[in-house]
T-cell receptor, first 113, second 112 residues
Framework: NAGVTQTPKFQVLKTGQSMTLQCAQD?????MYWYRQDPGMGLRLIYY???????DKGEVPNGYNVSRLNKREFSLRLESAAPSQTSVYFC????????????FGQGTRLTVV | KQEVTQIPAALSVPEGENLVLNCSFT??????LQWFRQDPGKGLTSLLL?????REQTSGRLNASLDKSSGRSTLYIAASQPGDSATYLC???????????FGTGTKLQVIP
């Protein structure tokens, strides 16, 4: 049972480059989320998708875009990376919004130089 | 805006000790509260989920309680082991909101 799978695990970008972080879950969950984790800041919600076909902004959406490709997959795109986007990114999923247990991927460690 | 606070930020205890981790939240209208464990360089692993209608949940040596009226949750770890060393995070979900607010975590070290 893979759960939530994120790719890549590590990435180094130059300022201004773009990239897409991929996330897939195999638990048939309706809701998916993207978080970033920074030292001393905890986890902050970037975007979420309550169900297939819908996406909404979270606490820190600036500089990011998302796509809910289908029920399984939720991608996060950085169009023009900035050093402030250096962080660890986590994807998560849950069955019904926040009403049930959330499951997390292993994270993507992104460095923007 | 919901704010979630975890105190202490770090805790070091000898093996075998019983310990309590604290989580406070500002908005008592939560839908549920979830405790996670995070090992260095890893993702979050769910430990316990307490629904708003519940007072506590237990799993093995772990017991989590929820008091919405006081805005508090505690995670009790019995007979701590070195393998319990990790960062423990609590997360609160507001009623009607499909998102969670995380605390900044308590880093636990259990010394053999």
């Amino acid at each position: 049972n893979a759960g939530v799978t994120q790719t890549p695990k590590f990435q180094v970008l130059k300022t201004g480059q773009s990239m897409t972080l991929q996330c897939a879950q195999d638990m048939n969950h309706n809701s998916m989320y993207w978080y970033r984790q920074d030292p001393g800041m905890g986890l902050r919600l970037i975007y979420y998708s309550a169900s297939e076909g819908t996406t909404d902004k979270g606490e820190v959406p600036n500089g990011y875009n998302v796509s809910r490709l289908n029920k399984r997959e939720f991608s996060l795109r950085l169009e023009s990376a900035a050093p402030s986007q250096t962080s660890v990114y986590f994807c998560a999923s849950s069955d019904r919004g926040g009403g049930t247990e959330a499951f997390f991927g292993q994270g993507t460690r992104l460095t923007v130089v | 805006k919901q704010e979630v606070t975890q105190i202490p930020a770090a805790l070091s205890v000898p093996e075998g000790e019983n310990l309590v981790l604290n989580c406070s939240f500002t908005d008592s209208a939560i839908y549920n509260l979830q405790w996670f464990r995070q090992d260095p360089g890893k993702g979050l692993t769910s430990l316990l989920l307490i629904q708003s209608s519940q007072r506590e949940q237990t799993s093995g040596r772990l017991n989590a309680s929820l008091d919405k009226s006081s805005g508090r949750s505690t995670l009790y770890i019995a007979a701590s082991q070195p393998g319990d060393s990790a960062t423990y995070l609590c997360a609160a979900v507001l009623w009607g909101y499909q998102k969670v607010t995380f605390g900044t975590g308590t880093k636990l070290q259990v010394i053999p």
